[in-house]
C-alpha cells in the first residue's frame, strides 16, 4: 500500500467518526431540550425583606428551584412561614429558609439573634445631635465619643474629649419614653454591639460624662489613635487659672526692722603738689591739687 493511499484511508475515517460523533451529540442535545424544565416550588421572598420583618402572603411568594440545588430547610407552603419573623434579611427572590426563622415558642425578640456569640448588646440614649442629626442606622459603625472633667487633676477647670471606642456596629436605633419634668419625652436610643470590656468602658463613660457619636464610612475600619482634646488645645493656647493677690493684715505680718541709710562713697584723695613762691625777700608756698 503506497503512501498517498494511506494517508486517504486515515483521513477518511477520521472524518468519519467526527461525523458520528458531531450526530450523537446533536441528538442527546435535542432530547435535552426537549424535557421539560424540572423545578420545584419553593417559598421565596417577594420583595427586599429586612431583619424583623414578620411573614404574611403578600411578603413571600412561590419559585420554581432546581431540585438538586435546594438548600436544607426550605418550605414548599407559603402558610407554613405565615407570622414568622425573620433574623436574617433577605433579598427579593431568596429562598426561606428555618435558619433565617425566629424558632417558634422562643421568647425574647429578635436582637437576641443578632448579637454575635460572645458580644453584648448596650443601648444608650443620644440626643439629636449626639446621633449624627439621624444619620446612624442598623449596620452603620460609629466611634464614641467621651466628654468628662480629667480626674487625674484636681480642680480640674476644663474638660477633656477622648474617642474611647471605635469601629462600633450599630445592631438599632429606637426611641424609649422617660419623664422628664414630670411630662412623657421620647429620647432616642441606639443599640451597639460591644466586647463585655468596651461595654463597661462604655457605660461608666455614659454615667460620668457625655457621649457624642462618629460616623464612620463603610470601608474605614482602621483604628486612630489620639490623645484626646481640650479647650486649651482647641484654641492653641494654655490655660493658666488666674490666682488673687495674697493679702497680709497688719497684725500677721512680721516685724521688718527700718532699713539703714544707704551712705553715700567717700572719693579717693587726690594727689597734692607745692609750689614756693620768692617774691623779694619774702617766701611762700602754695599747694594746688593734681588735675
Not at 463603610?218 to 486649651?232: K, Q
Request: with cysteine; net charge positive; glycine share 6%.
Amino acid at each position: 500500500m503506497t503512501r498517498p493511499r494511506t494517508l486517504t484511508i486515515v483521513t477518511l475515517s477520521a472524518l468519519l467518526l467526527a461525523s458520528c460523533a458531531a450526530l450523537l451529540a446533536y441528538s442527546f442535545l435535542t432530547k435535552q431540550t426537549g424535557k421539560p424544565y424540572q423545578g420545584v416550588p419553593t417559598v421565596s421572598a417577594a420583595e427586599d425583606l429586612p431583619i424583623g420583618s414578620r411573614l404574611d402572603a403578600s411578603r413571600v411568594k412561590l419559585a420554581n428551584w432546581p431540585k438538586d440545588s435546594l438548600p436544607p430547610g426550605s418550605y414548599r407552603d407559603p402558610k407554613a412561614v405565615a407570622g414568622r419573623v425573620l433574623v436574617r434579611p433577605l433579598g427579593a427572590g431568596d429562598i426561606v429558609t428555618e435558619n433565617k426563622l425566629m424558632p417558634l415558642n422562643v421568647a425574647g425578640g429578635v436582637m437576641t439573634y443578632l448579637v454575635p456569640q460572645g458580644h453584648r448588646a448596650v443601648t444608650v440614649a443620644v440626643n439629636e445631635v449626639a446621633g449624627v442629626a439621624g444619620f446612624v442606622a442598623p449596620n452603620s459603625r460609629v466611634d464614641v465619643v467621651l466628654t468628662t472633667p480629667r480626674p487625674w487633676i484636681k480642680d480640674d477647670p476644663e474638660n477633656i474629649s477622648k474617642i474611647i471606642l471605635q469601629n462600633i456596629p450599630v445592631l438599632a436605633t429606637g426611641q424609649v419614653t422617660e419623664q422628664k419634668e414630670g411630662k412623657a419625652a421620647l429620647v432616642p436610643t441606639v443599640t451597639l454591639d460591644l466586647l463585655p470590656p468596651d461595654a463597661e468602658k462604655l457605660i461608666v463613660g455614659a454615667k460620668k460624662g457625655t457621649l457624642q457619636l462618629l460616623l464612620r464610612n463603610v470601608i474605614d475600619v482602621a483604628a486612630t489613635d489620639t490623645t484626646g482634646a481640650t479647650l486649651s488645645k482647641a484654641l492653641g493656647t494654655a490655660t493658666v487659672q488666674a490666682r488673687p493677690p495674697k493679702t497680709i493684715s497688719r497684725a500677721a505680718a512680721p516685724h521688718r526692722m527700718a532699713a539703714a541709710p544707704i551712705k553715700a562713697a567717700t572719693p579717693p584723695p587726690q594727689p597734692m603738689f607745692t609750689v614756693e613762691i620768692i617774691k623779694g625777700g619774702a617766701k611762700s608756698a602754695r599747694e594746688f591739687a593734681q588735675q
